[in-house]
């Protein structure tokens, strides 16, 4: 019984998840057509200032955009050149656009990964801890420490980093060598302060629900069932509560990722200069070349769309509750 | 008496909160003898469930402290053992069923992996021979199809089932004492007379030392040998339960007594004690029980009563005796 | 005198149907959380910051390369200065003055003033963003929960796709495609940021609907009306006061964090513009990047405080 509806749930959700993706594709349609200019305007208007012929880049713009096309006939092209891998060309830099994502997404990927362990493990270890000793004065330590974790900006925690560390101390003056392997220990190096910044903020927030999901759980009768059993302690909160939070815990953070953790890594990569998709849209922002900028807030979505389908489907999957009802 | 296997001495369990001081187990004697099933009886907020919570040291440690008083078991002295001493008992020589057993089973592991789990901490076997102990508790219960329901969650049990699984936790085992908290309250009625044949059973075939909670009095007849009646955080009366029953000394267990609605009496209002128990912060002084007693005497408000002894078997606090 | 006020405050509190009594239980409870009093403290002293201090402050815009790069009161930097005469580097001790109080930037602006308006900007993004998003997100949120049916399903499902975008992301997509303007900002954050809100609204009008008081107000007689305006709403208040507080923070980072990457208004000086300044000289004008990043700290962890403290106030189980 459980198997097949495993199944037929992970179908459901796959489906809804595509209609989601198309609202993603047309919402971001809307937003580009609606805008004041023309797209290709403000481009364009640099073009004048130096004083190339507008006229005639216009003309070709609009032709292969088809821009003069009636709306709904550029959205059913927009739509068809997504599918085919055809995500338009940037301005700047003239190259496809889908080819400056292929080779910068691994940046911003190996920048999250390596924020989400370094917070998830010390976030969950000092939340447990937090939780069990309530009321003791490291609690409130820990407590106070997630409130500043989660309320200091992050780019400016990047800045102060920077700032005490590479100007006063001189330390992590690495910056990303993209010649390099990715876990070359050089880029390793220049890392430690771009996961610190990252991670912080991550941190903070698992240090707050962990140790929230442990109290919730702490108080239950179960946990005085299984001290009368005669069971060690640490067994106690390691297996009995632990994985009672754990639940809850994980829907949270997952669905957390997508507001702040993508807009984290943006500003984290502009401030060190490392080559992921934040940083090419932010640089894409000032040649005013919109394919990129609409492309890698496209790519953002996706990759939330992804991560809450992952979720809810190993959240069903690992709640007994749901699944043998 | 050596058949006592615990001695309960003068227990004084409080809990220090920001509002006060709760003293929900204000000096508690009783003794527990091998075989017999002594029943802890009086309404909700006497402090019978945390009686039995301070015999395992369960109760939750920043508030609540014993703050006096002995527990003699095997030789311990349980209200100041190490707690590693005391995990080796729990669960094993003396074991406690809860209420409510909805919340008191994990609800992310099995029920296999929740009875197993106990009887590999404490006996010697490998993992099949835990699991085949497991099943046959499970079927000594009266649960149908065991081998399934090893592998079934809390949530898929029905209350009974749940209670039964309880009791077959706390069996697995084989511990000398088993302590009941309350484990017909939270059941509907047909259940309620399953469980309390599990532990008629459990008293005649297996000579199990019962400590049962309750505040039914209907239960105390059926499956009591002795009881003992608290109130506000003390006993007042300790006897034979035919005793209690037959010749209650206490005013409050005669009050209890005829609170018990009697199918025969057609018509007349049901009788109750005016009143409410009392705030366990703010114990009345001298007697607790005597802005509710009918016979109550100007000393009950100024004196706590001294322990009166009616007969070998029967024991009383109240000044009416004196 | 103080009476007087008192009874002012009572009669415009019946006029407004406030319940007065209920509003005092909240307030005892959130005294007592002392980190609460004190971001509400703050909250209030950056209030008054922002609208009495650009009188007292000199122009922010006001550009003086005389002195410029000067370290906050307390601070000696060194500089070197170029001569053209002797062409030859001198190093001179550039002490902070009481002039600035906080130093200058490298246009020699006053750094005090840039933060006090920057303050006035930080506060009027939070406010009006925030109760943009509030309200569109209630609207939603309630309609949704009343009307059922497919206006439910519609709304929700369009909630669950504004909710896949990356907040930031959107946000920058928008102030790129429509222009960097305070308006645009104000307008874009709102219009983004609701969705939180109708979710949680939505959700507590439902269980609110169902919830034993409800019905027992019901079969007491009560009219839907009544019903409405007497048990669902002020639970909803607290909850939408609560929500608000929170996102607050939120916001301001918003738009400082759009001003930290160029897409802010220029013609302000938000903190996040002084900032992005700041991040390029911190070999000679550290102060630029320092201030306005601990007074952004600060205002957010003033709204978290207090955001907490009310929410543990208003939660009847949560024990105060």
């Known amino acids: 019984m459980g198997k097949s509806w495993l199944r037929n749930y992970t179908i459901k959700r796959l489906i809804y998840a ?48 088809g821009l003069d096309k009636p709306i709904y006939e550029q959205y059913i092209d ?5 599918f085919q891998g055809n995500w338009g060309w940037s301005f700047s830099t003239s190259m496809p656009v889908i080819k400056l994502i292929k080779t910068h997404w691994i940046y911003s990927f190996q920048l999250i990964l390596l924020s989400s362990l370094f917070a998830a493990l010390l976030g969950i270890l000092i939340g447990i801890y937090s939780a069990v000793k309530q009321y003791t004065k490291t609690d409130y330590a820990f407590t106070f420490f997630s409130f500043v974790g989660i309320s200091i900006p992050n780019f400016w925690l990047g800045v102060m980093l920077i700032l005490i560390f590479s100007v006063k101390l001189g330390l992590f003056k690495t910056y990303y060598d993209t010649t390099l392997p990715l876990f070359s220990l050089d880029n390793l190096k220049a890392l430690v302060l771009p996961v610190i910044t990252l991670g912080t903020g991550m941190l903070a927030g698992y240090v707050r629900y962990t140790r929230s999901a442990m109290l919730d759980n702490l108080r239950k009768a179960f946990v005085t069932t299984a001290r009368a059993k005669g069971l060690p302690e640490r067994t106690v909160i390691g297996k009995h509560v632990f994985r009672n939070a754990l639940l809850p815990l994980i829907t949270i953070i997952m669905f957390d990722l997508g507001s702040i953790v993508f807009g984290g890594a943006y500003l984290t990569e502009i401030i060190f200069g490392i080559p992921g998709l934040g940083q090419i849209s932010f640089n894409a922002i000032f040649a005013n070349d919109y394919p990129v900028v609409v492309a890698v807030t ?11 389908l992952l979720t809810d489907i190993t959240y069903t999957y690992l709640d007994p509750r749901i699944r043998y009802d | 008496m050596d058949n006592e296997i615990l001695k309960v001495k003068n227990l004084k369990t409080y809990f220090f909160t920001r509002h006060g001081i709760v003293k929900a187990v204000d000096g508690v004697d009783f003794d527990l003898r091998h075989g017999e099933c002594l029943c802890l009886v009086g309404e909700s907020g006497c402090g019978k469930t945390v009686t039995a919570l301070s015999i395992l040291r369960l109760f939750d440690s920043p508030p609540g402290k014993i703050v006096d008083g002995q527990i003699s078991y095997d030789g311990l002295n349980l209200t100041t053992c190490s707690s590693e001493q005391l995990r080796q008992i729990r669960g094993k020589d003396i074991a406690i069923v809860f209420q409510e057993a909805q919340s008191a089973l994990n609800p992310v592991l099995t029920i296999g992996d929740q009875i197993i789990e106990q009887i590999k901490l404490h006996l010697p076997v490998d993992y099949a021979r835990a699991r085949d102990r497991a099943k046959t508790l499970l079927g000594e219960m009266g649960i149908p199809s065991a081998e399934s329901v090893m592998s079934y969650y809390p949530h898929q049990l029905s209350g009974g089932m749940k209670q039964r699984v309880l009791i077959a936790m706390g069996l697995s085992c084989d511990p000398q004492i088993l302590i009941a908290d309350e484990p017909t309250t939270a059941v509907d009625v047909t259940i309620k007379a399953q469980i309390l044949d599990i532990f008629l059973e459990l008293k005649t075939s297996r000579q199990m030392s019962i400590i049962f909670i309750t505040h039914d009095l209907a239960v ?7 009881a003992v009646v608290m109130y506000g955080g003390k006993d007042v009366e300790t006897a034979p339960v035919s ?33 409410t128990t009392p705030n366990p912060i703010k114990i009345p002084p001298g007697c607790a029980f005597h802005p509710r007693c009918p016979k109550a005497m100007e000393i009950c408000s100024q004196q706590e009563p001294p322990e009166t002894t009616i007969s070998k078997e029967h024991k009383v606090n109240c000044h009416l005796y004196t | 005198m103080i009476k007087r006020l008192r009874d002012i405050i009572k009669r415009v509190s019946q006029h407004l149907r406030l319940n007065t009594r209920l509003i005092n239980y909240y307030w005892q409870r959130t005294r007592r959380n002392k980190l609460a009093v004190s971001g509400l403290a703050f909250i209030i002293f950056l209030v008054a910051l922002a609208i009495i201090g650009p009188f007292f402050t000199l122009d922010p815009t006001e550009a003086n390369f005389e002195e410029k790069n000067i370290p906050p009161i307390g601070f000696v930097t060194e500089q070197s200065i170029y001569s053209i005469e002797t062409d030859e580097f001198t190093t001179k001790e550039v002490p902070g003055t009481w002039k600035h109080p906080l130093g200058t930037d490298s246009k020699g602006r006053d750094m005090m003033a840039m933060i006090v308006s920057g303050a006035r900007v930080s506060l009027q993004v939070g406010l009006i963003a925030t109760g943009i998003a509030i309200i569109l997100g209630t609207i939603i949120g309630v309609l949704s929960a009343y009307l059922g049916g497919w206006v439910d399903n519609a709304l929700m499902r369009f909630t669950d796709i504004m909710m896949t975008f990356p907040f930031f992301l959107l946000l920058v997509l928008i102030i790129f495609i429509f222009g960097p303007s305070l308006a645009f900002i104000v307008l874009a954050i709102g219009l983004t940021g609701w969705t939180g809100t109708a979710r949680l609204i939505r959700s507590e009008s439902l269980s609110l609907r169902t919830r034993e008081f409800v019905v027992a107000a019901k079969a007491l007689g009560a009219s839907d009306n009544r019903v409405i305006f007497r048990h669902l709403i002020p639970n909803v208040i607290s909850l939408i006061i609560v929500i608000a507080t929170l996102s607050i923070p939120g916001v301001i980072l918003a738009e400082a964090a759009l001003s930290f990457i160029g897409l802010g208004d220029p013609t302000v000086s938000s903190w996040g513009i002084i900032l992005e300044a700041g991040q390029h000289s911190l070999n000679t004008a550290w102060w630029v990047a320092v201030e306005p990043g601990i007074m952004l700290f600060l205002t957010v962890l003033a709204f978290n405080f207090l955001g907490d403290g009310l929410r543990d106030a208003f939660d009847p189980k949560s024990n105060i």
């Open chain 1, 298 to 308: 496209i790519i953002g979505t996706f990759m939330v769309l992804l991560v809450n």
């Open chain 2, 220 to 226: 105390v007849a059926e499956i009591g040998d002795r």
């Open chain 2, 243 to 275: 005793e209690i029953i037959g010749n209650p000394k206490h005013p409050y267990t005669s009050g209890l007594i005829e609170c018990l609605p009697d199918i025969s009496k057609s018509t007349g209002k049901l009788a109750s004690i005016p009143g």
């Open chain 1, 78 to 82: 927009y739509m068809g050149n997504l």
């Open chain 1, 18 to 65: 595509v209609i989601i993706a198309w609202g993603i594709l047309t919402i971001t349609f809307v937003l580009v057509r609606v805008g004041p200019s023309s797209p290709a305007d403000k481009y364009l208007a640099n073009l004048a200032a130096r004083g190339q012929d507008v006229a005639q880049v216009r003309a070709a713009i609009e032709a292969r955009y």
